[in-house]
């Protein structure tokens, strides 16, 4: 599976931004995706995910109530709609995918097979 992500880039603080990842192949559906994210000097850290089988969606708790994942199987295609934008998630932003990955492992960057390339998100005050 390959990845890529777009839509990054500036917005005010208070903005709104929707970045998107597209995959290859033809078993898109069958994959658990997530979205995770690295600031500057920064561990990387989870974001949000959704399950392959129900669309279960699992967000990190300094972006709920703000940011929304969903998944459309018949464009291969993730989006994370982010609102109300806040200068801490100024951040490269990753896509990632895996196949096994449920529950609670939907949480760890370790679980995930596949990487997209990362999208830039900067928020300014």
């Known amino acids: 599976v390959q990845l890529q992500a777009s839509g990054g880039g500036l917005v005010q603080a208070g903005g709104s931004l929707r970045l998107s990842c597209a995959a290859s192949?033809?078993?898109?559906?069958?994959?658990?995706m997530g979205w995770f994210r690295q600031a500057p000097g920064k561990e990387r850290e989870f974001v949000a995910a959704?399950?392959?089988?129900?669309?279960?969606?699992y967000y990190a708790d300094s972006v709920k109530g703000r940011f929304t994942l969903s998944r459309d199987n018949a464009k291969n295609t993730v989006y994370l709609q982010m609102i109300s934008l806040k200068p801490e998630d100024t951040a490269v932003y990753y896509c990632a995918a895996d196949e096994g990955a449920t529950g609670w492992a939907l949480y760890l960057s370790t679980r995930y097979t596949y990487w997209g390339q990362g999208t830039q998100v900067t928020v300014s005050s």
């Open positions: 192949g033809r078993t898109f559906s069958s994959y658990a």
């Open positions: 959704i399950s392959r089988s129900t669309g279960k969606t």
